[in-house]
């Protein structure tokens, strides 16, 4: 059975920091694009920031650029994190991870192939 599963979320302090994990089963993330996208109440599903490529490219959306930060887990392919630092109220968001399978990547949810179910990120004091 193909699945992502997010772990690592919670409450958090304004300017504190938290790692979410994405684990895969059932295929590999070697070769796909991850993302991590986010959905906040009441509004869409929008996207963060995603790795690609074996040199470990990464892209990110202005609003949590030079704050957060995507990177595969070195020790096990079918594995990545997003390290969250200087979180802000407006970062609560349940986050999820999402693959896609092949070259390049995309700031589109609908380009994303696989997903989790995601975890509830609350950043408050």
């Known amino acids: 059975q193909l699945q992502l599963v997010e772990s690592g979320g919670g409450l958090v302090q304004p300017g504190g920091s938290v790692r979410l994990s994405c684990a895969a089963s059932g295929f590999t993330l070697d070769g796909s694009a991850i993302a991590w996208l986010r959905q906040a109440p009441g509004k869409e599903r929008e996207f963060v920031g995603a790795v690609w490529s074996e040199l470990g490219d990464t892209a990110y959306a202005d609003s949590v650029k030079a704050r957060f930060n995507i990177s595969r887990d070195n020790a096990n392919k079918n594995a990545a994190h997003l390290r969250m630092n200087g979180l802000k109220p407006e970062d609560t968001a349940v986050y999820y991870c999402?693959?896609?399978?092949?070259?390049?990547?995309?700031?589109?949810?609908?380009?994303?192939?696989?997903w989790g179910r995601g975890t509830q990120v609350t950043v408050s004091s």
């Open positions: 999402a693959a896609m399978p092949g070259p390049g990547w995309s700031r589109l949810t609908d380009h994303y192939n696989y």
